[in-house]
Each structure stands twice: as C-alpha cells, then as structure tokens.
C-alpha cells in the first residue's frame, strides 16, 4: 500500500514503466549471467578433457581447477572434482588426488568410476583398510570393472591376508584369463601362502605372456629356491644381474646365503 502510494506522489506514469521493466529486467539479466558462468565452466571442462587425454596433466588440472571455480550445481562440479583428481593421480600428487576424488564421491556415492579411483588413490597413499572398503564397493557395483579385483588384491597382498588375495585375484582372471597383473598378484599370494609349485606355474605364466616382468622374475626366483629348484634360481639371477642388478644381488643373497 505504501509503495503504491509513494508511486503515484513522486514518479510519472513513465518513470513508473521503467521501475517496472527494471524490476522484470533484472531476474533475466541474471539469468543470462549465471548462463554464462555455466557456458564458461562446460568449456574448462572441455579443455581439462582434452588435455588429460593428451597426457598434459598440469594444463589439465589448470582447467579443472577453473570449472570447479565456475561450476553450476553439483554435476559440474563432480566433473570437475573427478577431472582434477585423475590429473594430480597421473602426477602422483596423491594429497590433492585424494581431496578430489573425496569431493567427486561425495557429490556421487554410487558413482563406480571415483569410488574406484578413491580406493587406488588410498592404496597408493599405504591406507590399505580405506582402500579395500572402497576398492571392494567399487567391484561388487560394477561386475565388469575387473581391474578394481586387481588393486584389491594388491591391497590385500599389502595387509598380508594373502588368502583373500588369493581369491579376488582368481577371481578377476575367471573374467579376463589374459590379466597380467591379476595373475601375477595370484602368484604373489600364493608364494606368501608356502604354494611354491603352484607360485612357479603362475610366475612362468605371467612371463609366457610378458617375458621382460621384472616382478615375475624376481619371484619366480624365489619361489624356485623354496620349491627346491636352486638352478632354476640361479638362472633368474642372471637375468635380474643384466636387467635390475639389485633385485639380483638379493636373490643371490637367497641362493648363496653363505657367500
């Protein structure tokens, strides 16, 4: 009543109109602003995409960084918060992995790709229990996400409930019998559960299909000298000498204890 009659005292039936355009004007002026914000932010997620992609992780966290400055609502800033956790994990800058990848999973709990990326990033950081809790949802959400068995079992393996291992590693292989890692992993458990025949079947088929594995030499090394194939053993230790003269000299420590 009163704004009104103040109207109608001081203001022209002109002066009037234009109070009244200014009064609608305003909400589409903002409008159009925050549409801007929301175009802007959609572009830096474009260009963290494509940067990431191209393996230029610093100008991708660059662009990530401005989306989650200019995000609109929450799927923008999952994007973004995925999107700088990958580049700092592909810069082993494990903190600011973690810190974003924690913001991504809080903004999307059932979101399988940054549950998954949370566990690895833990893994990474030694927090084995976090990292099974998440590794673990991540596999039970999504069947097909074989490697998330993988990097439970490297998590396990790090626990030392070697049996556990044992069995996620299997597990993963009855999905893809060709995983390397998987069944180096199962070879792994095995050694650390006195299995020494059955490691050396599992080490020689990791390096039938990947005969340069480091890892598969060193412990079919091993396994050789407890399952009492010390010439076997020995030949390990050449290869290690001309390719990681320091796992090398460790296994000969093993073989020659006495030396």
Known sequence: MFFRRAVGRAHSLTSCILVATMLVAYPVASATKDEQRKKEAFRELQLGYVALEAGEFESAMLHYSRAYDLADGDEQKFNAAFGLGSGALELARLDEARQAFDEAHGLRPDEVSATYLLGVTCRRQGELDVAVTYLAEAAVRDPNLTQALVELGIAYGGLERHADAEKVCREALGKEPDNTEARLGLAVALFHQDENDEAVVQFREVLA???????????????????????????????????APELGADLHRWVFPDS
């Open 209 to 243: 299909r990947d005969s340069e594995n480091i890892r598969a030499h060193y412990g079919l090394g091993l396994a050789l000298i407890f399952a009492g194939d010390r010439e076997g053993a020995i030949e390990e230790i050449v290869f290690l000498n001309a390719h």
